[in-house]
Nanobody, 123 residues
Framework: QVQLAESGGGLVQPGDSLRLSCARS????????MGWFRQAPGKEREFVAA???????VYADSVKGRFAISRDYNKNTMSLQMNSLKPEDTAVYYC?????????????????WGQGTQVTVSS
């Protein structure tokens, strides 16, 4: 069983940066694809970014150029660097992992989920 734990959320002002981390419990180095999703109040959960087992990335149009996803294979962690944050980025951010090394953008393609971390962008 894979467990995921997000950290790094918080309250920031518009234009600020924040870095989220996701720790993946595993006894061996994983090359599974991983991703970030978010859910704003009253809205459905949406795709943010994903990274393949080989390091290829894909982003939602709304965050392209502002967010950067990365991973550390040795530490079994994934990060999301969020720059130029906007109020509309406010949401609970979820880390996800799937039993495949290719990226995916649909929630249904992911097998494991973290509990989420709150990001609030407000002045």
């Amino acid at each position: 069983q894979v467990q995921l734990a997000e950290s790094g959320g918080g309250l920031v002002q518009p234009g600020d940066s924040l870095r989220l981390s996701c720790a993946r419990s595993a006894r061996t180095v994983s090359v599974d694809a991983m991703g970030w999703f978010r859910q704003a109040p009253g809205k459905e959960r949406e795709f943010v970014a994903a990274i393949s087992g080989s390091g290829g990335t894909v982003y939602a149009d709304s965050v392209k150029g502002r967010f950067a996803i990365s991973r550390d294979y040795n530490k079994n962690t994934m990060s999301l660097q969020m720059n130029s944050l906007k109020p509309e980025d406010t949401a609970v951010y979820y880390c996800a992992s799937r039993r495949s090394n290719s990226v995916a953008m649909r929630q249904m393609d992911y097998d494991y989920w973290g509990q989420g971390t709150q990001v609030t962008v407000s002045s």
